[in-house]
């Protein structure tokens, strides 16, 4: 299977509701439709996670978070800091729009986000036409894989496709910083 075939099975099965694993700055990841309720609700149940705690959202740029976050809510000052680290491996908790799904969200009135640099996920975004949730692709409690061959045998087997790729090699997940107040929060 090449690459170029992934990404394409990798799209069809978000578009039909499914999960895909795929690397990301410098961890695996698990992601999917975050406007499919059924889909994150399968993701979750995978990771052993509560919906309560929210999740993140991926994107290939930040035209594609628009319809989940109010930047209308942020100071000038920290709407640029959020600018200037984009893209990379900078997730902001931002306040939620409106008509973000709560089971993105969770218990939280905002969502954590970002914009990629690493040219896979980019593709999937761009492919997929908007941002994607992204979330480590391990159980809850256990450590996040770094490598393909590190995943869990009932993540791959819980998913519909598992992209090829590797992680541009960041020794950490995304740094977490709360864009309301700029305090790091991971």
Known sequence: MTEHDTLAEALAALRRGGLIAYPTEGVWGLGCDPWNEAAVLRLLALKQRDVAKGLILIA?????????????????????????????????????AEAAPRWISGAHTSIAVRVTAH????????????????????????????????????????????????????????????????????
Do not use: M, Y
């Not at 061959?149 to 791959?156: H, M, N, S, T, Y």
């Open 60 to 96: 290939s740029t930040e035209a594609q978070l628009t319809p989940f976050i109010d930047t209308a809510a942020l100071t000038a000052e920290r709407l640029a800091e959020v600018h200037a680290s984009w893209p990379g491996p900078n997730t902001w908790v931002v306040p939620a």
């Open 119 to 186: 040219p896979q996920v980019i593709a999937l975004c761009d492919g997929f036409g908007g941002a994607l949730v992204s979330t480590s692709a391990n159980i809850g409690g256990e450590p996040s894989p770094r490598t393909r061959a590190e995943l869990d045998p009932r993540i791959v087997a819980g998913v519909d496709v598992v992209t090829a790729g590797e992680t541009l090699g960041r020794q950490q997940p995304s740094t977490i910083r709360d864009a309301l107040s700029g305090k790091t929060l991971r």
